[in-house]
């Protein structure tokens, strides 16, 4: 026997339903997006704290050591890539940045492959030990290094070299490799400290975006616009229509389809011995005929007419609006309930903003936001 309610229908349960499995569905996928990356931040906070070398891990490597230098990592496949065109790369940083995207295996245009070879993470420099000689990059003469975001290329650029060189990695530890340059150009310059505390900080905030568990949809909070195709979206579009159509018809003022004039005449009194109605009497006994006077065209409706409080945005009791206020980082959980939410919304990493077809998203300010969705239409703000 079907559940019913007090109604005696059953599209409550099963909208109920619907909304905690895609509310179960949305969290798992954002909880696991935010354990992958918990973990990946706290493996990089335990190496940057034992990330030490020693001389003995340089031993078999064709590679003199000099002063108190050390071997701090090495990996056997890279190709030392050159670039074909002048171009100014930006100052060393230690910053630590998850990538936008997976990188790709591909040579960037103007880019070639000259040699290849082992590369060698010292505490003193880098170094390509390629098939036809050596190459050394020196920390103390660094003046531009820049990590490609697409594909797994490092460009660096010294004081004693014009042309700007650099290294193409594996893919997979192409994210590794420029971790443990940043550790090691950071001791060069005694900033290690500085980068733990970069970590500890990406932790701590990473913390904060931990996503709640969702409520549990309950049948009395079906709403009577999820019975209609295309929900509350639906009713709003007929809503515009059947207001904008009326002003419009009136706006228009049709005149007469037979082309003549309105004429206004007299009733026949009851006692008048003709049969002939009045409008079809002779002009000289008829009565006089007046043009009724046009009413007055009505203003067309201002475009914030139809736009509400919200500036368009559907109505909702959390106070969420396209009126360019603050943008929100951290919505209220039932926001699904009142707004059309992406896949995998809760995975975003971002304010909130709507897409081109309609959707909801939390990739605001990130590149790609809404990719899937024609693109970003606007922000959400409160």
């Not at 579009?237 to 159509?245: E, H, N, P, Y």
């Amino acid at each position: 026997m079907a559940r019913t309610e007090s109604t005696g229908s059953t599209w409550r349960y099963r909208w109920a339903q619907r909304q905690n499995v895609r509310r179960v569905s949305t969290y798992r996928g954002a909880e696991t997006a935010w354990r992958r990356r918990d973990d990946e931040l706290r493996r990089l906070r335990a190496l940057a704290a034992d990330f030490h070398g020693s001389a003995a891990a340089g031993a078999g490597l064709p590679l003199e050591l000099i002063d108190d230098e050390v071997v701090l990592w090495a990996l056997p496949a890279a190709q030392l890539v050159e670039v074909r065109h002048t171009t100014v790369l930006p100052a060393p940083d230690l910053t630590v940045a998850a990538p936008a995207a997976p990188l790709r295996p591909r040579r960037p245009d103007g880019v070639r492959v000259t040699d290849a070879g082992m590369a060698v993470i010292t505490s003193r420099r880098l170094v390509l030990l390629g098939g036809r000689g050596r190459r050394d990059w020196a920390y103390g003469r660094m003046t531009g290094l820049a990590h490609d975001p697409a594909a797994p290329v490092t460009l660096i650029q010294v004081l004693d070299r014009r042309r700007t060189s650099g290294l193409l990695l594996p893919t997979d530890a192409a994210a590794d490799f420029r971790f443990k340059l940043t550790l090691a150009f950071a001791d060069a310059i005694e900033q290690r400290a500085a980068v733990l505390a970069q970590l500890d900080e990406l932790i701590a905030e990473h913390d904060q975006l931990k996503p709640f568990r969702p409520a549990v949809a309950t049948p009395a909070q079906a709403r009577l616009s999820s019975l209609v195709p295309g929900g509350r979206r639906t009713i709003a579009v007929a809503a515009g229509i059947a207001l904008l159509v009326p002003a419009a018809l009136f706006d228009s003022n049709p005149s007469d389809p037979t082309g003549g004039a309105e004429v206004a005449a007299a009733a026949t009194p009851a006692s008048t011995p003709s049969a002939v109605p009045a409008l079809l009497r002779p002009a000289a006994s008829s009565p006089a005929r007046t043009t009724a006077p046009k009413r007055p065209s009505a203003p067309r409706p201002s475009s914030t007419a139809t736009s509400g409080p919200r500036c368009g945005a559907p109505e909702n009791p959390l106070g969420y609006d396209f009126c360019a206020g603050t943008r929100i980082r951290r919505p209220a959980a039932e926001i699904c309930d009142w707004f059309d939410c992406v896949p995998q919304f809760w995975a975003g990493r971002g304010y909130l903003v709507q897409c081109r077809d309609g959707s909801v998203s939390l990739t605001g300010g990130r590149a790609g936001a809404c990719a899937d969705h024609r693109g970003v239409r606007r922000t959400i703000s409160q």
